[in-house]
């Protein structure tokens, strides 16, 4: 069987459910039973399978069949990611270094910045605490789960009840560093600035420090 072309893996992870149940497999790293997928995003059974079986047909999932230890009651099926190698990177670095030609010039990249604000408020209210909720802080979960979602790999270290530091590893755009720094860290500011001021409570961005060692982590401190 052939494998399927990379706009049919594109197509796939487009739908928001579809990418949310792609990701928790991933981040799981272990077969997980249509069950624990329903739990964790808050989906019922019958939504998550026809999802399940278009990701499939992308090769991003696959499926077994298994008996509990007794091999008493029916067999369970349980779902693994499959990774997607290369080659799905290479088809996103294509487009990334065709699209960041257009954004060339200090009027461009105030819009990319511009942009990535928007899509970075859009990402932290997705993940917002329901209305009427009180929390004693700033809603760090949701934040990380935003930056998550975004390709980052997020700490938090609290730093007196107003201020937190965030370092940011697993930058998304490190392959774009070299030659398009200055538009890469725009847009990776915007992100930042959306996410925080859509957090609740408001969250305000005190400083950012791109590549803050030799370890390409990237520094944030946020503060209510």
């Known amino acids: 069987m052939n494998e399927p072309a ?51 047909d992308a090769g991003l999932v696959a499926s077994e069949t298994r008996r509990g230890p007794s091999a008493v009651g029916r067999p369970q099926t349980v779902y693994t990611a499959v990774a997607t190698g290369d080659r799905e990177g290479r088809d996103y670095r294509l487009l990334a270094d065709i699209l960041a030609t257009l954004t060339t010039g200090s009027r461009a990249r105030v819009g990319a910045h511009t942009l990535a604000r928007e899509w970075g408020d859009y990402l932290v209210t997705r993940h917002a605490p329901p209305p009427g909720a009180r929390r004693p802080g700033p809603n760090l979960a949701g934040l990380r789960e935003a930056l998550a ?65 030799r370890s390409s982590v990237c520094r944030v401190i946020a503060r209510t």
């Open 6 to 56: 990379p706009i049919e893996i594109h197509k796939a992870l487009a739908d928001d459910t579809r990418y949310r149940l792609y990701r928790y497999l991933r981040l799981s790293g272990r077969p997980v039973p249509v069950r624990e997928l329903a739990i964790r995003l808050s989906l019922h059974a019958n939504t998550i399978r026809p999802h399940l079986r278009r990701l499939a």
């Open 149 to 213: 979602e975004a390709g980052f790999d997020p700490r938090f270290r609290r730093k007196g009840s107003r201020t937190v530091e965030i370092a940011l590893r697993g930058c998304p755009f490190r392959d774009l560093l070299e030659e398009h720094r200055e538009l890469v860290c725009s847009v990776h500011r915007g992100l930042l600035e959306g996410m925080l001021e859509g957090s609740r409570p408001r969250l305000h961005l005190k400083a950012f420090e791109p590549l803050a060692d």
